[in-house]
């Protein structure tokens, strides 16, 4: 396989096909990881398309259309908030200077990281003409498992909306200042995260949630109140009227809480993704190869985010679900065996070469 990176440091492999000027079919997914584990939330998708062209390999099997394996920089937003934005800049969601200017918690700025590892490329980070984009990743959720189900055919996402809160108020020693004098950045925060998480509870009977992942304040030390705080939050829902509802509580919340404490508050992003966004005939390729090899399968829904959400805006994009034991994820318990990869990846070459061979 060739194999390069672009601006941002998405790195593209790509093996040719009989006719390199068809657009050709991408496999993705990503190898960043969060801080506390996640050793195949991502990096199972990454592997599973290496393993789709060593099959092909072994096999002399050359596709009509050029196959390209891809590891999207930067999905979990983990050091670089938001998430997923090398493979959104690739579709013209984020520009390209936007997030070179991120900065992470402890200083750096995206862009000048990118240097410093040699992966700041030059190809342009712009999605050009794709056939189609295929994505296998661990469920991240108990449901396969716990059905003892071998495989999931992804139809969809939960639509989800988050933001990035910042709010402002004043120093001041915690000792002599009056209650009504103070402007406490750090208890806006805490109130709003709180206050999302009552989201959450309000909407749980449906399964909707509502997550405070992130809370930095400044000088954030005893004997002192902190000036400034970030907040990170989101919600989700299977219904998208209902996630619209959520998203706008969550915004007056912010209001809210840096009212009550004597602040401001600047909502300096949001996102939105989810809903019936992947392409119903490769679901149906997907769905179809589950059914010919006779696995124990299921629709199911995605609840986390993924590159493939992003992807589906520009192409056609399905998703392969493979269960990991008792659906624990984002943590250093992540874990899957190597039988539970047997009917995602069988289904995964069947799928692609049926596209790559149109």
């Given at each position: ?236 829902h299977p219904d998208p009227v209902t996630a619209r509802v959520m998203a706008e509580k969550m915004r ?107």
């Open positions: 396989m060739s194999v390069d990176f672009d601006e941002l440091g998405s790195i593209f492999a790509r093996r040719d096909g009989t006719n390199n000027e068809l657009p050709p079919v991408l496999i993705g997914s990503h190898l960043d990881t969060q801080i506390n584990g996640g050793r195949f939330d991502g990096i199972a998708g990454v592997l599973a398309g290496l393993e789709l062209v060593r099959a092909l390999n072994d096999l002399g099997y050359v596709t009509k259309r050029p196959i390209i394996v891809v590891d999207w920089t930067n999905e979990e937003g983990a050091r670089f908030s938001p998430p997923m934005v090398a493979s959104g800049c690739f579709v013209g969601q984020y520009e390209r200077d936007w997030v070179y200017d991120l900065i992470a918690d402890d200083g750096p700025r995206f862009g000048d990281e990118l240097e410093r590892i040699g992966y700041k490329g030059d190809k342009p980070c712009k999605a050009g003409a794709i056939d189609a984009y295929f994505e296998l990743h661990i469920e991240q959720g108990p449901i396969l498992d716990a059905e003892g189900r071998e495989v999931g055919v992804v139809t969809g996402a939960y639509p989800s909306h988050g933001m990035r809160v910042r709010f402002e108020g004043e120093t001041a020693h915690t000792g002599p200042t009056p209650m009504d004098l103070r402007h406490n950045a750090l208890i806006a925060g805490a109130r709003f995260l709180t206050a999302v998480d009552d989201i959450g509870w309000e909407f749980a009977i449906n399964d909707g949630k509502a997550t405070g992942s992130r809370l930095a304040a400044w000088p954030n030390k005893p004997g002192i109140l902190s000036d400034t705080a970030q907040c990170v939050a989101d919600v989700r007056r919340a912010a209001k809210a809480s840096a009212a009550m404490a004597g602040c401001v508050a600047m909502i300096e992003d949001e996102w939105s993704w989810g809903g019936d966004i992947f392409d119903e005939e490769l679901i149906n390729i997907v769905r179809d190869e589950a059914l010919r090899q006779g696995y124990n399968w299921r629709d199911i829904r995605s609840q986390a985010g993924h590159d493939a959400y992003h992807m589906a805006m520009h192409c056609p994009t399905a998703m392969i679900f493979t269960p990991c034991k008792g659906g624990i994820t984002h943590n250093n318990n992540e874990s899957c065996e190597p039988g539970n990869f047997l009917a995602s990846l069988n289904m995964l070459l069947h799928a692609v070469v049926k596209r790559a061979d149109r």
